[in-house]
């Protein structure tokens, strides 16, 4: 720098430049909320689908099981949460995907249920067997549960109220930048 040549503070503006130049900021719809891609619905479907099995094999069925059925039924209620798991990761970027993982999650609620419907000293017995010991922990605060529970409708209708307000507030947002 020369001796006596004006030096400018960083960051101020040049002379032909406004001195309060707003910042630009362009933000794409697709970082906000990704457009939904084909792997999404599958994923969502996948989910749907394992909880659909789930129900049909063991809905009602629960207190009639040994440890070896029991077993079976928490590896496949396992297979059932992992996909959710992943469809949940996806679901906000499908139109639909808060509805169907609603619809995941009811399907599988009645497990709970059933589960803490047994006896104490049979479910004790069962969490005793060898063939549960990877599920004894999951078992145990599944017996955990609120004396006054919610019925199975009324959990459906609290799940379709959390849907509701989540998209009363994506619209409420996207009506921001309209």
Known sequence: ???GAHREAPGAAAADTPAAAPPILIMATTELHPMPTAHD???LRAALEHALVFAALHRGHIAEYDAAALADALAL???VQDALAEAEALAGRHPEGAEWLAEVEALTLFFDRE???LPARRAEALMADPQL????HFLAVARRT???RPTE???RQLADRAISREVDRILAGS???T
């Open 41 to 43: 619905a599958a994923a």
């Open 133 to 136: 010991a990877a599920h004894r």
């Open 146 to 148: 609120p004396a006054e």
């Open 153 to 155: 409708a009324e959990e």
């Open 175 to 177: 009506w921001a930048w």
């Open 1 to 3: 720098m020369q001796c």
């Open 115 to 117: 589960w803490s419907a």
């Open 77 to 79: 209620l396992e297979t």
